[in-house]
Structure formats: C-alpha cells, structure tokens
C-alpha cells in the first residue's frame, strides 16, 4: 500500500520561507508526476505545482517566481519550496503523486497546514 507523507508545514510571517516535503512509502515502481495543491478554507482545491518524471514543470500562473517544486526520484520524495510567503498562501497543502503500483494510479498525501500571518 502506499503512502504519502508531508512535512514542513506550520506558521510563518508574511515574506518568510517554507520548505514542503512528500515522501513515499510501498511497494511503487515508477512515479510519472508529483505535484503539490492546496486548498484555503471555504476554496476548492487548486494547484500549486508538479513536476514530471522528465523534469517538465508547471506551476499555477500567480505563484510563479516565489514557489519552486523540485524532486528526488531516488528518495521518491517532492519538494516545494515557498519564499515570500503572503497571507493568501495560508491553507493545506496536499502533496500527489501519478504512480506505478500495479496500474497507474493517483495518490494524495494527508496535507499539512500552512498559515502565514500578516
């Protein structure tokens, strides 16, 4: 079965820095995309950034140049790191994963809060 856990959350003040990590566990034969989304109270879930198995990255247009997704298929561990923090960043960040078990399939980490205060 396999597992995604996140770290690095917590609280910061507004134009300070985080680093996010998602690290996988079980039995994964590849991993094709990790990705980071979140989700703002009252919000649907959007995305943050991912990252493909070749390096291709895509991040969401109003976060470009302050969030950098970054990956290490050997440790299967993401990384998203957030500088210049703004108090509309607060919110859970989820950390997902497109991998190879069997199939393909899709997994999510359990998220963890990030709240930036004014």
């Known amino acids: 079965q396999v597992q995604l856990v996140e770290s690095g959350g917590g609280l910061v003040q507004a134009g300070g820095s985080l680093t996010l990590s998602c690290v996988a566990s079980?039995?994964?034969?590849?991993?094709?995309?990790m990705g980071w989304y979140r989700q703002a109270p009252g919000k649907q879930r959007e995305l943050v950034a991912t990252m493909t198995s070749g390096s291709r990255t895509n991040y969401a247009d109003s976060l470009k140049g302050r969030f950098t997704i970054s990956r290490d298929n050997a440790k299967k561990t993401v990384y998203l790191q957030m500088n210049n923090l703004k108090p509309e960043d607060t919110a859970v960040y989820y950390c997902n994963y497109v991998a190879r078990t069997g199939d393909m399939r899709t997994y999510w980490g359990q998220g963890t809060q990030v709240t930036v205060s004014s």
């Open positions: 079980g039995s994964i034969f590849s991993i094709n995309t």
